[in-house]
Nanobody
Framework: QVQLVESGGGLVQAGGPLRLSCAAS????????MGWFRQAPGKEREFVAAICGGGRFYADSVKGRFTITRDNAKNTVYLQMNSLKPADAAVYYCAANRVASVVADDYDYWGQGTQVTVSS
């Protein structure tokens, strides 16, 4: 079992930065691939970024603006979001899986989500 707890969401002005954190406990963190997804009202949950081994993967909509990193010593994965747009507003979820994937259904464990609101 893996437990995931996100934090760092909030209200930010368009163009500003925000950093999300996801603290993991349970099964060995370093062996997991970690992903960030988001879901806006009335929309499907969509892939944002993932980190697995030495690889990082990003949705086209966030490339160049978002950076995913992990600190295995702290069992934490981060999502640094820069140049935020109103379209980035959503509930952001952290997820864990054995392999890297952009498909939400492939992930075994999920956090409760953290709200990101971007004002224009």
């Amino acid at each position: 079992q893996v437990q995931l707890v996100e934090s760092g969401g909030g209200l930010v002005q368009a163009g500003g930065p925000l950093r999300l954190s996801c603290a993991a406990s349970g099964r060995t963190f370093s062996s997991n691939c970690m992903g960030w997804f988001r879901q806006a009202p009335g929309k499907e949950r969509e892939f944002v970024a993932a980190i697995c081994g030495g690889g990082r993967f990003y949705a086209d909509s966030v490339k160049g603006r978002f950076t995913i990193t992990r600190d295995n010593a702290k069992n934490t994965v981060y999502l640094q979001m820069n140049s935020l747009k109103p379209a980035d507003a959503a509930v952001y979820y952290c997820a864990a899986n054995r392999v890297a994937s952009v498909v939400a259904d492939d992930y075994d464990y999920w956090g409760q989500g953290t709200q990101v609101t971007v004002s224009s």
